[in-house]
């Protein structure tokens, strides 16, 4: 006689099943508890970016560092937008973090500094490990907040806007006045840049700084801008500074609007597509890179080998867990070369060499 349409000798098949099943997660748990690692090879493991915008230039190719980096892994890239909108960015991240169970790897340019905080308190609550960029407090340190917060990577700010401003300075003949725009006033990359300005401006007495106005790192913004003060101030501009190339677009739009485009020289700093192709054509003189693919890459990278135990965060020295990253200053003399290198072809990453382009502790001025 045929048993197996019996529905009590299936419900007494499937409960053994059942409880055989439940011993053999009991016994994954177990050797999960020794050896982390293989919960987390056995599960499927998110890669997100969150980051301002995707019509910034800049923000659009540290999109692609983290899509590359998660391609790489085989595993799936979520990115977050914040639109300049703190409480979104905030949200979201809190949003992705309940989706993925927090079986997650984190890299975040916060909108702001303040947004740090409940950014990484909301990280650490979860077991969530992140890498920062750019903006957070400072009394605020990876260290503090060990394993999850694994780095917060930056720029010396000022470093790079006197770089730029200086290529800016020697282009004008070291006399004349200049224009200045500045990004968003609270962020630590806006204050670091305008900084840099403030102390080649003291190596350059003969430069004079007409005006400086904030223009939230935005082309859209800057444009308007400058219209403005090449009405008021006229032939009085002999050269404009930008806090970012995306501004520095919006200023050469304007430039080019009345003909002035490669008579007045306009420095920026990211090393953005348009930004080297305009160095190319002679409109544009000087931007630096602090290489947005590698941000990209670099910040999950660091991470997803926290998270697989392959660094110990606890264990690296402060200069591994907050650093300045070592930029490239773009001008004539090099511009093909990193045009080939950058844009003609897809840039490479050692996602291996976790330190290699550390150049430097953060410094803090209080």
């Known amino acids: 006689m045929n048993n197996n349409n019996d529905p009590a000798r299936f419900l007494a098949i499937n409960r053994r099943k059942l409880l055989l099943g439940a011993a053999s997660l009991a016994g994954v748990g177990a050797a999960s508890a020794l050896m982390p690692g293989m919960l987390w090879a056995q599960t499927t493991l998110t890669f997100s970016n969150s980051f301002r915008s995707l019509t910034n230039p800049y923000h659009a190719i540290f999109n692609r560092g983290g899509a590359a980096y998660a391609a790489g892994q085989n595993m799936p890239y979520s990115p977050l937008v914040t639109e300049g909108n703190s409480q979104k960015g905030i949200a979201d991240i809190r949003a992705l973090i309940a989706k993925t169970e927090g079986n997650l790897v984190l890299n975040i340019e916060p909108n702001d500094s303040a947004d740090a905080r409940a950014i990484i308190e909301q990280c650490v609550k979860a077991g969530v490990y992140v890498t920062t960029v ?127 485009a490669g008579m007045i020289p306009v420095v ?40 697989t135990g392959r660094i110990d965060p606890a264990k690296e020295p402060h200069e591994h867990r907050e650093f300045y990253v070592r930029p490239q200053l773009v001008t004539k003399a090099n511009v093909e070369e990193f045009y080939a290198s950058n844009f003609k072809s897809t840039p490479v990453v050692d996602v291996n060499d976790f330190w290699g382009r550390v150049a430097g502790p953060i410094r803090y001025t209080s």
């Open 134 to 260: 750019w903006n957070k407090p400072d009394d605020m340190h990876p260290w503090d907040y060990s394993p999850y917060w694994v780095a917060h990577i930056s720029e010396d700010g000022q470093a790079v806007g006197e770089a730029v401003a200086t290529e800016l300075f020697e282009a004008m003949g070291g006399s004349g006045g200049i224009v200045a725009l500045g990004g968003i006033l609270s962020n630590v990359a806006a204050i670091g840049r305008r900084s840099g300005l403030e102390a080649a401006l003291k190596k350059y007495p003969g430069i004079t700084l007409l005006d400086f106005q904030a223009a939230d790192w935005s082309a859209n913004k800057a444009f308007p801008i400058v219209q403005s003060w090449l009405t008021r101030f006229n032939s009085g501009i002999k050269g404009i500074w930008c806090a970012n190339d995306d501004m520095g677009m919006g200023a050469l739009e304007a430039l080019r609007g009345e003909g002035l």
């Open 268 to 307: 920026g700093i990211d090393g953005i597509e348009q930004a080297v192709e305009a160095i190319r054509t002679g409109e544009y003189i000087a931007t630096t890179s602090l290489d947005p693919y590698w941000l990209g890459s670099m910040g999950l990278a660091l991470g997803h080998a926290a998270k």
